[in-house]
């Protein structure tokens, strides 16, 4: 809910809007975790409550997940994506903070990923449809207001992995991520009826991808 007060009638005025619910996404070290701290400033710099969240998240689910990228635990792809499946609906309705709670108690929300990841990174293994019907309940529950999608090639993604990290996890090659890429723009392509999705070249420098973020911000609000 945003308040502010009317010098007309000398009254706090509620609006009775939803908040926004903005998601994140991109390959791995498409710059994702340093765009929502940029934009998480720019908000709150004019008011906004935020909450900034991100998924694999740190739920027991999410933890299970991390296990398994660092090679800790064994799964099958479509396991996986199964524990994604049950990893988004707990960020969404955990009742201490869940999306849905956070978005009611007045917070804007970012998150650092949400369901277009599970599109690109599980389509590989089954179909993209499978994928999208298995999220069926997130969608419904929750479409983000603005999808914004921080596009890098694969091969900066390498460069920028292998400088940050001492190790790989699974999924980060130079082929898979390749792929990724490409299934992310088909998924957009397949569902830009109902989603609404904005590319920003990821290639700049973090100031002028953070600018072209606030624009595309800055048109929703
Ligand atoms: P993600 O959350 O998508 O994995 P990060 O924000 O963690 O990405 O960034 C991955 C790496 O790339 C980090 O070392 C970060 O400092 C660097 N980085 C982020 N944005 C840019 C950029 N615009 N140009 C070059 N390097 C960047
Ligand atoms: P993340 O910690 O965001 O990695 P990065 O910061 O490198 O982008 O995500 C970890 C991995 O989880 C990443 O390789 C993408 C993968 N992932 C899926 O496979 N399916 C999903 O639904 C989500 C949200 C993430």
């Not at 308040?3 to 005025?13: G, R």
């Not at 619910?21 to 991109?26: C, K, Q, T």
């Not at 800790?72 to 988004?88: C, P, S, T, Y």
């Not at 100031?207 to 048109?219: L, N």
Request: hydrophobic share 40%; net charge negative; proline share 2%.
């Amino acid at each position: 809910m945003l308040c502010f007060h009317s010098p007309i009638f000398d009254v706090e005025i509620d609006l009775m809007m939803k908040n926004l619910f903005i998601a994140l996404e991109g390959i791995d070290g498409s710059g994702k975790s340093t765009q929502v701290k940029l934009l998480t400033k720019k908000l709150q710099s004019i008011g906004h409550k935020v909450y900034a969240t991100f998924e694999p998240t740190d739920s027991p689910i999410g933890k299970m997940i991390r296990e398994i990228f660092s090679g800790k635990m064994e799964a099958d792809h479509k396991v996986i994506a199964g524990l994604f499946v049950a990893d988004r609906l707990d960020h969404l309705l955990n009742k201490t903070n869940g999306i849905l709670k956070m978005l009611d108690d007045g917070y804007t929300v970012i998150t650092d990923r949400y369901y277009f990841s599970s599109y690109a990174y599980h389509s590989p293994y089954m179909s993209m449809d499978w994928v999208i019907e298995a999220n069926r309940l997130s969608a419904e529950l929750l479409r983000p207001d603005l999808n914004i999608y921080i596009d890098i090639s694969a091969e900066e993604s390498m460069k920028r992995i292998a400088k940050g990290r001492a190790s790989t996890e699974l999924y980060e090659t130079l082929d898979n991520l390749k792929n990724v890429r490409s299934l992310y723009l088909q998924a957009f392509e397949k569902l830009k009826s109902i989603e609404k999705v904005k590319i920003v070249n990821g290639e700049r420098t973090e100031e002028i991808i953070s600018e072209d973020i606030w624009q595309h911000i800055q048109a929703i609000i």
